[in-house]
């Protein structure tokens, strides 16, 4: 079961999605944390310091003459201000540079940075600020025909201590993000993965239904992938020339023996009618056995097509019957007895009377030609099954997987035959949807045919 599951497309394609996408969102935070470990004031200083200035620019309040007069900050921004004035400033300028507005402790003393304040608008200037170095970002804060200039001063020690903590976390926060993704993924990805590969799974389920009985029978195209739509193409143009070369096959099986049919009873009448042939019985016994393979074949090929079935409601005990009435003569002749032990009542099978005939003769006249003289042939019917025994010399266990082909014959063979007997049986048994089963006795074969379809001549009874 393991070994199947590691082998199927949909484990596949689950375990490859879910280490690439492992992988990636590794690769990516190997990156990240490479990233935050070298470069930690391009990447994580200077977004926080770009962040103040926009919150002082955009928190400038001006009056109904577009005079600046304060600047509103949100809350945690306002606070950090006020906690850490030495370490974290603002100032608004004029276009000439005058401060309008500052924090706490940065109105008085020189330009944070000299020069055309235009031009430092969106950079990031490193300076010394009563002897401590300091982070100035510009940002341009323009009111109607007016220009003004919000910097904020960031201590380098400041910046050092919120990238600390930043990073503090990253890594903790990385790896969980990162094993709560390839989960919900692979969650995800199982039902993605069950319901894309739905068509394939249906194509395999009717395909594995495809016997040579319905080989008329071809798989749909609808809703397949296109990627798999020439490969169910080409096994429905297979299954195509299967039939028409099955078609053909039995066809001329049937007209063959047909054909044969006719000229082998014009030969024994001539024979009978000359005097002079010697050794008749020889030659009578020899076109008896080639007409009898000639009717094998007849048989084989007609329950070989499921058309030429004519399925009612049958008495297996009856057809049982039939069958020793029918044998009876040539057990007597070969010294054995057939019995019979059946129950009065059995309930009716959902079976084809002439087929059902045929594979219990078959099997029931086998018996008989192996078995010695003075022995017993028993046919047992029950609700279930129909057994036949025999008291011969049973069969080699290295035969059995040959029992059932076509033209077979065991070495040791002494009746004679053309090995279609139980062929004929078993296509008769899967056409029927029944089971047949044979094992070698301490003396003799038991043959069990297994009834399976009590339920629907039931259904059709009631």
């Not at 982070?135 to 804060?141: I, N």
Request: a neutral charge; proline letters at 4%.
């Amino acid at each position: 079961m393991l070994n199947h599951w590691i082998r199927s497309l949909s484990a596949r394609l689950w375990l490859t999605s879910v280490a690439a996408l492992a992988l990636s969102l590794t690769v990516l935070a190997t990156v990240v944390m490479y990233a935050f470990n070298h470069f930690p004031e391009q990447t994580l200083g200077r977004h926080e310091q770009l962040e103040s200035a926009t919150d002082v620019a955009n928190g400038v309040v001006f009056d109904s003459a577009g005079r600046p007069v304060s600047v509103r900050l949100p809350e945690e921004r306002a606070w950090i201000f006020a906690v850490a004035r030495t370490e974290l400033m603002y100032r608004l300028l004029d276009e000439r540079g005058n401060v309008l507005l500052a924090s706490d402790n940065a109105r008085e003393g020189a330009p944070w940075v000299p020069g055309d304040l235009g031009e430092a608008v969106g950079k990031t200037a490193d300076v010394t600020i009563g002897n401590k170095a300091f982070g100035v970002v510009t940002r341009q804060v323009p009111r109607g025909d007016s220009v003004f200039y919000a910097q904020t001063a960031t201590s380098a020690r400041l910046v050092d201590a919120m990238i600390g903590a930043k990073v503090k976390q990253i890594p903790a926060i990385v790896k969980v993000t990162i094993l709560v993704a390839t989960i919900i993924f692979g969650l995800t990805l199982t039902i993605t993965v069950h319901r894309v590969l739905k068509p394939l799974r249906e194509a395999s389920k009717a395909a594995a239904s495809i016997t040579p009985r319905n080989l008329t029978t071809r798989l749909s195209l609808q809703g397949i992938p296109s990627e798999i739509k020439p490969l169910i193409k080409a096994f429905n143009d297979t299954l195509a020339r299967l039939e028409n070369g099955f078609a053909v096959q039995q066809q001329f099986l049937a007209s063959a023996a047909h054909e044969l049919q006719t000229p082998l009873t014009l030969i024994r009448g001539q024979i009978e009618l000359q005097p002079e042939i010697e050794h008749k019985e020889l030659l009578f016994r020899e076109i008896d056995l080639m007409a009898r393979q000639v009717r094998q074949l007849l048989h084989l090929a007609e329950v070989s097509e499921s058309q030429n079935y004519s399925f009612g409601e049958v008495s297996s005990v009856d057809v049982a019957r039939d069958v020793v009435s029918y044998l009876e003569r040539k057990a007597e002749k070969r010294q054995v007895e057939l019995q019979l032990d059946a129950a009065v009542a059995q309930p009716l099978i959902w079976a084809d009377r002439s087929a059902l005939f045929i594979l219990l003769k078959n099997i029931v006249e086998n018996a008989i030609n192996v078995s010695p003289p003075n022995s017993i042939v028993s046919l047992t019917v029950d609700n279930v099954s129909i057994q036949v025994r025999d008291m011969g010399p049973g069969i080699r266990r290295e035969y059995l997987p040959f029992l059932f082909k076509r033209f077979w014959r065991a070495p040791d063979t002494k009746h004679d035959g053309a090995g279609l007997g139980l062929a004929i049986c078993k296509e008769i048994a899967i056409a029927h949807e029944w089971r047949l089963t044979v094992s070698s006795l301490l003396s003799g074969t038991n043959f069990i045919v297994w009834l399976g379809n009590h339920d629907k001549a039931a259904g059709r009874v009631a």
